[in-house]
């Protein structure tokens, strides 16, 4: 059977106890686990003890994880027994270590696929260390601040009228996306400014390539023109977002938490309740300026096109 390894790490302003409370305790898991999130409605068994609880979901499975040994603020020994929607048994570790005042904590998962699933060894562990980060990034709120300041809301299907767009396109790295479209934006503000657009109209960003097993994307950021200019500054692009079904689903919160949105709307995929459209890319629309909203307040749609 392929065996996988997972391991992924934050820094969090917090001492090793207090890290270690939050995650040695099942009962709190529901506030930062990156897939409770995406399904508030899982029905969650614990047991009397405290050493172990089971979930059952329609959208993310069924299973039970199980302490198998700890050592105070410093260690946490789990085994995470999946039965839906795959049989699969994983050792999972949460390490801590006092660093800079606070604590480092890496969180490692090995296991192995069924046979028959070999072929996604390496799109799978893509997948779950980015479900790694998102937990970790919670877990680094909550227990710094006391609360998680993001909220996901499946909108639906809506209809797209579509527009013409002018922007720029980057290849980078996954890890790599926020830096790189920041610095994005930032280079198309003054022609922005200067062509005085329509700031009702959102801009966006689009994803036109998305490669899990190598952690490659290609994205493209862009703003909606009635028309496109004939002549653009060297280094830009134009295109068009046609027209269409979307489903949509909302983020309200900082931009680093974008992810569960992005999670929820792939599991839905995937439980088909709503059919992507082939050879249509997924976007963001960014309701919300940054320059004059609160980070807790900014709102995002992740558009997936339909069928």
């Known amino acids: 059977m392929p065996a996988t390894h997972i391991s992924r790490s934050v820094h969090i ?56 040994a700890s050592s105070v603020s410093e260690r946490l020994e789990c085994q995470l027994v999946i039965s839906k929607p795959w049989k699969s048994v994983s050792e999972v570790v949460f390490e801590l270590k006092a660093v800079d005042g606070g604590t480092e904590v890496t969180w490692i998962m090995n296991g192995k696929l069924p046979l028959v699933m070999f072929w996604m060894k390496r799109m799978m562990e893509t997948l779950v260390g980015m479900d790694y980060v998102r937990g970790l990034t ?30 720029v396109s980057t290849d980078c790295k996954i890890s790599e ?70 489903f949509v689903i909302k983020h309200t919160g900082p931009y680093r938490h974008l992810g569960n949105a992005w999670s929820l709307g792939m599991i839905l995929s995937r439980n088909k309740k709503f059919r992507p459209r082939k050879g249509a890319y997924p976007f963001e629309l960014y309701v919300s300026d940054p320059r004059k909203t609160d980070e807790k307040d900014l709102v995002v749609h992740i558009c997936f096109p339909m069928v």
């Open 13 to 68: 302003a917090a001492s090793p106890e207090d890290v270690f409370g939050r995650i040695s305790d099942f009962k709190q898991w529901p506030s930062w686990s990156p897939w409770l999130v995406l399904e508030p409605e899982t029905k969650l068994t614990f047991a009397e003890d405290g050493n172990s609880y089971e979930w059952e979901g329609e959208l993310i499975g069924a299973g039970r994880i199980i302490k198998i």
């Open 138 to 167: 919670m877990l680094k709120d909550v227990c710094e601040t006391g609360e998680i300041p993001s909220s996901i809301e499946a909108l639906g299907e809506e209809k797209f009228s579509g527009r013409s767009y002018v922007g």
């Open 177 to 246: 996306i926020g830096e790189k479209m920041g610095a994005d934006f930032q280079k198309i503000e003054p022609w922005v400014n200067e062509q005085k657009l329509d700031a009702s109209n959102p801009p966006f960003s689009i994803y036109e390539k998305w490669n899990m097993s190598k952690s490659d994307v290609r994205y493209s950021v862009g703003v909606p023109v009635p028309e496109v200019p004939a002549e653009l500054p060297e280094g830009f692009i134009s295109g068009k977002i046609p027209e269409g079904k979307i």
